[in-house]
Structure formats: structure tokens, C-alpha cells
């Protein structure tokens, strides 16, 4: 092995509970280890980036990575760390939740790439569309006791919970699912590892029990690992930003959002993100954790966490272009600094600014400085303000100064329909061309 896995894992405080043996088996051998991705949506949050990492990291030491679409168990939903039951998806909205999760999986793994512990992709419909409930019954859940299930936290926390109206047999037979796949991975890729959140060890548990019971008569071996469930410091909710799921899709986080999402975290969570989000080695993060300390202020944490976290998910020239949005608003930027930004970056940029719309009519004719600033738009109280602002030169049009005399055309247009006009350093306004 090039490198000690868990070793790597353990500085960066990416373990919370590992079977025994389970290093061991890591410096043994190439080792192939798993882990389940629940289709609930066509996109991954920045929540599924720590299994991720976890998965190339895995491959980085030399190990083998399989990445599960849980297109079967997607149909019934994991009631670990739920309150209730799940509602089920039809065949035709999750078809396209599991090949949404294929796509963005193959962002960050190169499946079948022709080495020796290239990483692989499954889905468990695959094994378990063709089994019928008696084979089930028979084969697998003779395998497994109620009473060991039912020890399970998350089965009993269910059942006891006042509030959840108790379990559903669908739910409780999930982890004897997700055993299953445990059981068939081991036969089929010699997977010999699980792995996942933390919330997910007693299902993980019963897989590694259920690839023992199976293989009657084989010295079957299987190991389990966890890491632990990202928190953050002020005990709200990690991968939520005002608008909801931090998503690694650039169609439903825009890259601008998903970079300032990184660059606002606190500095007690930058240090320990800093270890978990990116690939830096030990001595580069506590470098830079010293010299955050030296000089706060300057974010270098912050900074440098979301250069490497957006690299990671969407490349060097989308990161570019994210900190280039950045600084349009707080550095120097020209007007075509802001044409150069798609729209959805440029209203992200903008968000929350007042806005009003103008004629296309308007601006064909060619829109002047008093109707752009009082007369159509009321950003400024009266036709004398909008003078007076001119006068002391202290109106932009799109990040450039303008005198009365300025007009308003087409090829003043950002993204086809938008202007950005600003009075000062930090007034802005937004006129939309409709």
C-alpha cells in the first residue's frame, strides 16, 4: 500500500467507529470497501462530499473503491436518523434520481479505468429486481434474528418514538436490504469493507454479520467503518445555506453560491473543514490554521478551503470565475467584468438588490440618466436627486461612471436584460428589461 489509510483518515477526524481488524485488513492487501448512495434526489448536497472524499481517498492509498446507487433500496428509504416514514418514489422519478447520482459520482471517480483498483459502479436493483419475497424470506432473512434488528438504534428509536406512529415492516427490512448488498458485493468484487456515516453503523453492522452467517463453512471476513456526521459549531444544520441544500450541481447551487457558501465559514469550523473537505497534507493545514490565528482578519483559512473545496467540485476555471464574481462586488471590476458572468451568477451576485422594470421600448430608444435613476425607476427619490448624484459623479452604470448626459442602449445589457446601476460604493439598483 502506498500509504496508511487509516492513518490519513484519523489525523484529518474522519473516523468514528471501525470494526477490529479493519486496519489490519487496509495494510494487508489491496482492499476493495463500499459505499451507499440513497437516490432521494438527481443531485448530491455537499452532506454526500464526506463519503466522497472518503471513496478517493480510499483509492489514493491504493485501495478499491465501489460506489452503490441504492436503486433498490431507494424504493423503500433508510429510516436511520428519520422520525418518519419516507415517502416512496415512483420507478420513473427515481430512474432519473439514480442516473443523476451516476453522473455527479463519475465527476469524482473514473470508473473502469483500466488499473488495478479502479473504482466501480453498482447498482443493488441490479441483484435484487429478480428476487422474489420467498427467496428473501428464505435465503437472507432466516440469516438474521428480530431480536438483532431490533437492537438497533435506529429500529428502536422508531418503534419507541411517541411521535413517528412506529415503523413500517418496509422500513425495518431495509437493513437486511442493505446486508444483502454487503453479502453480494463480498461474492461478487470481494468487497470486504463498508463504509459510511456514523448514522449508518448499525446497518453496516448487520451487512458484516449477514456476510458471515452466509458464507457458512468459508472463513468470511468483513470489517466496518464510519466517519463521523458533519456539525457545525453554532449547532445549526452543515450543508444548508438562506436558500437550502448546498447542492454539488452547479444547475441547482450556482458555483459562485457553492464558493461563498466555504469562504462565510466560521473559523472554528474552517480548521476542522480544512482537514475534512480538501486533500492539503498535514503540515500545509496546520501551516495554515498558524497563520490564520496570526492575522483572523484576513481569512486565509476560509479562503483557502473554498479554492480547493470548488476545484475539487468544479473545476480551476469555474473557480476563477467564482472569485471573479466575487470581486465585482468587493474590488475593482468594469463592465465587462460583469457581461462576462452567466445570468444566474450575476443575480446571485446581486441578490436581494432593488429592482425595476423598463421597457424593451425604452431602451431601444435609448434610455436617459434622470429616467433610469428617478422618473421610471424611483431608485432615487426625485428628478433634483438624480441631478445632484450626477453632478457629484457618483453614479455607475454597470461599474463606470456616468455623467447626465449618458444613455442607456442595448449594448449596455448584461445577460440580454439586465443594468446594473449604483449610487456611491454600496448603493445598487437593478433595472430589468421586460
Not at 454479520?209 to 445549526?236: F, H, Q, W
Request: glycine share 8%; charged share 30%.
Amino acid at each position: 500500500m502506498t500509504k496508511n489509510l487509516v492513518e490519513e483518515l484519523r489525523w484529518r477526524g474522519m473516523i468514528h467507529d471501525m470494526m477490529p481488524g479493519t486496519e489490519e485488513q487496509l495494510q494487508k492487501e489491496m482492499t476493495a470497501a463500499y459505499i451507499g448512495f440513497d437516490p432521494t434526489s438527481d443531485s448530491l448536497h455537499i452532506g454526500s462530499l464526506v463519503p466522497i472524499i472518503l471513496l478517493v481517498h480510499l483509492e489514493r492509498a491504493g485501495h478499491k473503491p465501489v460506489a452503490l446507487v441504492g436503486g433498490a433500496t431507494g424504493m423503500i428509504g433508510d429510516p436511520s436518523g428519520k422520525s418518519d416514514e419516507r415517502n416512496l418514489l415512483n420507478e420513473e422519478a427515481l430512474a432519473k434520481n439514480v442516473d443523476g447520482i451516476k453522473r455527479t459520482l463519475a465527476r469524482f471517480l473514473d470508473f473502469d479505468n483500466g488499473t488495478a483498483n479502479s473504482p466501480i459502479l453498482v447498482n443493488n436493483y441490479d441483484w435484487m429486481k429478480n428476487f422474489s419475497f420467498i427467496e428473501f424470506a428464505r435465503d437472507v432473512g432466516k440469516r438474521i434474528t428480530v431480536n438483532y434488528m431490533m437492537a438497533k438504534d435506529s429500529v428502536k428509536k422508531r418503534i419507541s418514538g411517541e411521535e413517528s406512529g412506529g415503523m413500517s415492516f418496509t422500513e425495518f427490512t431495509y437493513q437486511l436490504i442493505q446486508g444483502y448488498d454487503f453479502y453480494h458485493l463480498y461474492k461478487a468484487h470481494n468487497c470486504k469493507i463498508q463504509m459510511g456515516g456514523s448514522d449508518q453503523w448499525g446497518n453496516i453492522t448487520t451487512g458484516t454479520e449477514l456476510v458471515r452467517r452466509m458464507n457458512v463453512g468459508e472463513e468470511a471476513k468483513a470489517y466496518a467503518m464510519t466517519c463521523p456526521l458533519i456539525t457545525k459549531a453554532d449547532g445549526s444544520k452543515f450543508g444548508k445555506s438562506e436558500g437550502g441544500n448546498v447542492w454539488l450541481d452547479a444547475s441547482k447551487t450556482s458555483v459562485y453560491k457553492f464558493y461563498q457558501f466555504w469562504l462565510n465559514t466560521s473559523d472554528e469550523d474552517a480548521e476542522k473543514y480544512v482537514k475534512i473537505f480538501t486533500f492539503l497534507d498535514e503540515k500545509t493545514v496546520e501551516a495554515l490554521i498558524e497563520e490564520h490565528k496570526e492575522a483572523p482578519h484576513v481569512r486565509v483559512l476560509q479562503k483557502r478551503l473554498a479554492e480547493e473545496v470548488t476545484t475539487f467540485v468544479h473545476s480551476k476555471e469555474e473557480l476563477d470565475k467564482a472569485i471573479a464574481a466575487s470581486n465585482i462586488l468587493f474590488g475593482k471590476s468594469t463592465s465587462e467584468d460583469l457581461k462576462s458572468l452567466d445570468e444566474q451568477t450575476f443575480l446571485d451576485v446581486f441578490a436581494g438588490v432593488p429592482q425595476a422594470e423598463v421597457s424593451k421600448d425604452d431602451i431601444a430608444e435609448g434610455l436617459d440618466m434622470i429616467g433610469a435613476l428617478s422618473a421610471k425607476t424611483n431608485f432615487l427619490k426625485s428628478n433634483g436627486d438624480a441631478r445632484r448624484a450626477l453632478k457629484e459623479n457618483a453614479v455607475s452604470v454597470n461599474k463606470e461612471k456616468v455623467k447626465e448626459d449618458f444613455v442607456i442602449t442595448a449594448k449596455d445589457l448584461i445577460a440580454d436584460k439586465y443594468v446594473l446601476l449604483q449610487r456611491g460604493k454600496k448603493t445598487y439598483f437593478l433595472l430589468k428589461i421586460a
